[in-house]
């Protein structure tokens, strides 16, 4: 079985400032990670994936993340906040390509002018 | 716009009746995903199904079923409704074709049980 733990279900950040969301998983086997953002009202988009190869990847919107075996975390990092940013944000893990994707609880960013 | 639609975009109903949702992949996609979103659970798997027949099972409840027809759309039947069952229900496809597939979601029905 898998599972995902986000940890603080809410982030306030100034804007400006770095947004760091965590997230571990537990998997039997080498997981797929994934970082979903959902804005009000919408559904979820993608922001970036980790399937094979470079531990840090890159997504849109100047989000990136780094996987980390041997911690098993995948935090989400942005240098800079933008209010744009304001948004639930979910981390996933999945068990091979085209499989179920198995969320965390989510973390609500809030970003203060 | 992930090109996943899915409708009614809301429902409103009574406890005990009987609902359902409809799902149309992107074009192309053979794997549909059927997602529930709520307070109590979070976001959660349902069910799957690839190119017609049922793939994956979640946390999907007895009352609950789904199908994909033959020109790939899905639907989601959700029968003796109860309170607990207001949430948002999100389809997913993918194209599922060896390698990584990319889910891409629907924007959601939200269901409320009255």
């Known amino acids: 079985a898998q599972s995902v733990t986000q940890l603080g279900s809410h982030v306030s950040v100034s804007e400006g400032a770095l947004v760091l969301l965590r997230c571990n998983y537990s998997s039997s086997v080498p997981p797929y990670l994934f970082w979903y953002v959902q804005y009000p009202n919408q559904g979820l988009q993608l922001l970036l994936k980790?399937?094979?190869?470079?531990?840090l990847v890159k997504g849109i919107n100047g989000f990136e993340a780094e996987f980390k075996k041997s911690e098993t975390s995948f935090h989400l990092t942005k240098p800079s906040a933008h209010m744009s940013d304001a948004a639930e944000y979910f981390c996933a893990v999945s068990s091979a390509a085209g499989n179920k994707l198995t969320f965390g609880g989510g973390t609500r960013v809030l970003v203060k002018p | 716009d992930s090109g996943v639609t899915q409708t009614p975009k809301h429902l409103i109903t009574a406890t005990g009746q009987r609902v359902t949702l409809r799902c149309s992949p992107r074009?192309?996609?053979?794997?549909v995903y059927w997602y529930q979103q709520s307070l109590d659970q979070g976001l959660q798997f349902l069910i799957q199904?690839?190119?017609?027949?049922?793939?994956a099972k979640g946390n999907i409840l007895e009352r609950f079923s789904a199908q994909q027809f033959p020109d790939l759309h899905s639907e989601l039947n959700l029968s003796s409704l109860e309170l607990g069952d207001s949430a948002l229900y999100f389809c997913a496809s993918s194209a599922h074709r060896g390698g990584y597939n990319e889910q891409f979601f629907g924007p959601g029905t939200r269901l409320t049980v009255l």
């Open positions: 074009s192309g996609d053979l794997s």
């Open positions: 980790y399937t094979t190869g470079a531990t």
């Open positions: 199904y690839y190119n017609g027949e049922e793939r």
